[in-house]
Every structure is written in structure tokens, then in C-alpha cells.
């Protein structure tokens, strides 16, 4: 029976029985019904790679070191710079340069931080655009 209303023994509240079996029967027949009518899903992607072999692998960059000491002595590749214009005609240089090379600035721990921002400061207003801190982690702690 679908519903069952009555008083059983001596009780008052009326009591309510629902038959659950045909709901769910209904369920799993439209679950299944829809999984039979979902389009299978293709995952492949038609790509166009290229043919012939690879270029052959660049050159790797030039580098520059630009080590700031520690009372604010500027060395280009280990050449102590004498002045701000001898480090600044060098970054021109580098900054003309169809390719730029890399320019590693090292500081050392104990530098004025004045003293590698004039640097860094200077090599972006030549246009220095490969410019970056590396190797010296005790700086940039």
C-alpha cells in the first residue's frame, strides 16, 4: 500500500507510511536514462606541429659582475672602476648593445645600501634592462 492512515492499538497521532521503493526505482531509471543519452566526450585536440629539426641551441648570455665592496668600491668584472663616470660610460656601452648582456650586481654584506642603489639607479636610467642582484645571499639577508 502507498499510504497507510489509521490508529493501531490505542494511539491517538495518525500514522504515516510512505512506500519508498517505487520513488526510487523512478530515480535510477531517469539516471540511467540520462547517462545512456550523454554524448561521449572526444578529448583529442588536433594540433599542427612543425616539421624538420630544431634550431640549434643559442649561445649562452654574456655576463657582466658589478661587485659593490664593502666601503662603496665599484669593480667591473674585478677592474676596480675609478669613478661614477667610468661605471657609467661602461653601462651605456652595455646598454647599446643589441643584445644586452647580463649584468650581475654582487654587494657585499657590509656596503651602505646608498651605494648599490646609485648603482642599480644609474643602470636604469641608461637603459640597463638585463640587470638583476645574484650569488651574494648575505646582502639580502
Same mark, same amino acid.
Given at each position: 500500500?502507498?499510504? %497507510?492512515?489509521? #490508529? #493501531?492499538?490505542?494511539?491517538?497521532? =495518525?500514522?504515516?507510511?510512505?512506500?519508498? /521503493?517505487? $520513488?526510487?526505482?523512478?530515480?535510477?531509471?531517469?539516471?540511467?536514462? $540520462?547517462?545512456? /543519452?550523454?554524448?561521449?566526450?572526444?578529448?583529442?585536440?588536433?594540433?599542427?606541429?612543425? #616539421?624538420?629539426?630544431?634550431?640549434? =641551441?643559442?649561445?649562452?648570455? &654574456?655576463?657582466?659582475?658589478?661587485? +659593490?665592496?664593502?666601503?662603496?668600491?665599484?669593480?667591473?668584472?674585478?677592474?676596480?672602476?675609478?669613478? @661614477?663616470?667610468?661605471?657609467? *660610460?661602461?653601462? @651605456? +656601452? +652595455?646598454?647599446?648593445?643589441? /643584445?644586452?648582456?647580463?649584468?650581475?650586481? @654582487?654587494?657585499?654584506?657590509?656596503?651602505?645600501?646608498? *651605494?648599490?642603489?646609485?648603482?642599480?639607479?644609474?643602470?636604469? @636610467?641608461?637603459? &640597463? /634592462?638585463?640587470?638583476?642582484? +645574484?650569488? %651574494?645571499?648575505?646582502?639580502?639577508?
Amino acid at each position: 500500500m502507498g499510504m %497507510n492512515m489509521g #490508529s #493501531s492499538g490505542g494511539d491517538d497521532e =495518525p500514522m504515516i507510511e510512505m512506500n519508498m /521503493t517505487p $520513488l526510487i526505482d523512478v530515480m535510477l531509471v531517469l539516471i540511467i536514462m $540520462l547517462i545512456i /543519452t550523454i554524448p561521449i566526450q572526444n578529448h583529442a585536440i588536433n594540433l599542427n606541429m612543425p #616539421s624538420g629539426t630544431p634550431p640549434p =641551441p643559442t649561445a649562452p648570455p &654574456v655576463v657582466v659582475t658589478v661587485d +659593490v665592496d664593502f666601503d662603496g668600491t665599484v669593480l667591473w668584472d674585478g677592474v676596480v672602476v675609478p669613478d @661614477r663616470a667610468t661605471l657609467e *660610460s661602461k653601462l @651605456r +656601452v +652595455v646598454a647599446n648593445t643589441p /643584445t644586452q648582456p647580463e649584468v650581475h650586481l @654582487r654587494p657585499n654584506k657590509l656596503v651602505p645600501y646608498k *651605494s648599490v642603489a646609485a648603482v642599480m639607479a644609474s643602470a636604469q @636610467r641608461l637603459g &640597463v /634592462t638585463k640587470i638583476g642582484m +645574484v650569488g %651574494n645571499e648575505q646582502f639580502l639577508q
